[in-house]
């Protein structure tokens, strides 16, 4: 499966939304997440993403395999987005910000 890393907090470009050919993504309040029960795999997100988050689940970066866990768990409490939106104004200074992961909103 897909998994949305670190990168993606406070960026939410959503551009991965709108080529997911089963409307697997999930929206929390600053991140998106990846439902691991819907993903097949199918590897057209990936390139979409302006912050480089999406990684396959055993390709993760060194330090982002907490994040297979975070998707999975929730996917299962935040609703379905099957849409890009627009970006937050300052997704573009949060995409250079390294070490963002205490600030994920649950
Ligand atoms: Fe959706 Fe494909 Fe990305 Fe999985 S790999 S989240 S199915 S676009
Ligand atoms: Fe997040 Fe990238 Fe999608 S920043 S919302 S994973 S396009």
Do not use: H, M
């Not at 997100?45 to 998707?71: H, S, V």
């Not at 996917?75 to 600030?103: G, H, M, N, T, Y």
Request: charged share 30%.
């Amino acid at each position: 499966t897909y998994v949305v890393t670190e990168s993606c907090i406070k960026c939410k470009y959503t551009d991965c939304v709108d080529v997911c050919p089963v409307d697997c993504f999930r929206e929390g309040p600053n991140f998106l997440v990846i439902d691991p029960d819907e993903c097949i795999d199918c590897t057209l997100c990936e390139p979409e993403c302006p912050a480089a988050a999406i990684f396959r689940d055993d390709d993760l970066p060194e330090g982002q395999e907490e994040f297979i866990a975070i998707n999975a768990r929730l996917a299962k409490a935040w609703p379905a987005i099957i849409q890009k939106k627009d970006a937050p104004a300052d997704a573009d200074e949060w995409a250079q910000v390294q070490d963002k992961r205490a600030l994920l909103e649950e």
